[in-house]
């Protein structure tokens, strides 16, 4: 029987959770999900972005459609209007001839922002944008992010006690959260672009910082070390070097050449950036931004996770929340450096995800910044 929707909102809701299934393999582009109906909104086709290179949502439902004419498109991001991997997609809307066009948001690249629509107006079709706004918007925000901010969409993620602390006043830590929590953290790196970690993290847990099982992406590992000698050659970050790249940030001043020659040798990428740790992250992010790194996923200690919050650098917060006590006034919690003068009057996140895990809770929220 065929799907009828009771109106624009439940087509374009659609849309997004056929959007959905593109994040981690669309990257740097943007997820994106359309789809065809007629008058009386009965389902026809749908698409989406499938794989970076690949034809886009648009093009994916017309193709299954086949005959379009007179019919409704909709479509979670404006139509591209530009050449680059594939032909522009809003030229394959107007030749599909479709009578109406319903779009979730405008494309924030500037290469597109508002051409696309623009010429499906010219084209004579009617054009309804901003439907579900809200939701199309967070589809992209990574995307968002690297078109104008050009850095990437900061992910910082922990796993604490009930009382907060990441690590037992030894700095003993493993293992905090339960295998159901580890395996999320697996599928979270799975979609990443950029791992980061810090000197300290690496020499007490010897991580190898890959997705296991493999997920979509293969992220680049990266090492904040001022020395760069905490990366051991037999240890397991150049050990996986073929599996994952790895790039490792000295600081000036105070990199050891000789060390950093021998990782190199090993094939692995040596970066000096800033003696200091926030004008370090911040370097980072551009340098990473640079390389269309979109996601970037922060596994570190208390120093550098601070540093990326008191640059301003988290965007969002992946949090293990296991029900342990370690109690000690050296144990750790997940955020140092100079942190926030008052408690925020509100809270500081929209919600994505609050569940349990395990034996744990998981929170996944967004900061939201004026």
């Known amino acids: 029987m065929q799907h009828r929707f009771e109106n624009d909102e439940e087509v374009m809701q659609h849309a997004v959770t056929l959007a959905a299934r593109g994040v981690g393999y669309v990257e740097p582009n943007p997820p994106v999900g359309a789809v065809i109906v007629d008058a009386e909104r009965n389902l026809i086709a749908e698409g989406w972005h499938q794989n970076f290179g690949g034809p886009h949502a648009e093009v994916n439902a017309i193709a299954v459609a086949g005959d379009t004419e007179g019919l409704e498109l909709f479509v979670t991001l404006e139509p591209c209007s530009h050449h680059g991997k594939t032909p522009p997609c809003a030229e394959a809307v107007v030749k599909a001839g479709f009578s109406r066009v319903v779009i979730g948001c405008q494309d924030p690249a500037g290469h597109v922002d508002g051409t696309g629509i623009a010429k499906l107006r010219a084209a004579g079709i009617t054009v309804d944008v901003g439907v579900c706004s809200q939701d199309a918007e967070a589809l992209i925000a990574p995307f ?219 929170f996944c929220g967004r900061v939201m910044r004026s």
């Open 144 to 362: 968002r992010m690297l078109m104008l901010n050009r850095r990437p969409w900061v992910h910082a993620k922990w796993a604490m006690t009930l009382d907060g602390k990441i690590c037992t006043q030894t700095g003993h830590s493993q293992w905090i959260s339960g295998k159901e929590s580890r395996a999320t953290v697996h599928q979270l790196r799975g979609r990443m672009d950029a791992i980061v970690t810090g000197a300290g993290t690496v020499r007490a847990d010897d991580p190898t910082l890959t997705a296991r099982p493999p997920g979509a992406r293969v992220a680049i590992r990266v090492v904040v070390d001022s020395t760069g000698r905490s990366v051991s050659l037999d240890g397991n970050l150049v050990r996986s070097i073929p599996e994952a790249p790895l790039l490792i940030v000295t600081a000036d001043g105070q990199t050891d050449h000789s060390h950093t020659k021998a990782l190199a040798a090993h094939g692995a990428e040596i970066l000096e950036g800033p003696n200091d740790y926030i004008a370090a992250v911040r370097f980072l992010a551009v340098e990473l931004g640079k390389r269309n790194v979109t996601n970037l996923l922060i596994e570190a200690g208390s120093s550098l996770m601070g540093s990326f919050s008191d640059a301003g650098l988290i965007d969002e917060v992946h949090a293990f929340i296991a029900p342990k006590i370690v109690g000690g006034d050296l144990a750790k919690s997940p955020l140092g450096g100079s942190g926030l003068d008052q408690v925020a009057a509100e809270s500081q996140f929209s919600l994505v995800d609050w569940r349990q895990s395990g034996e744990d809770m998981y």
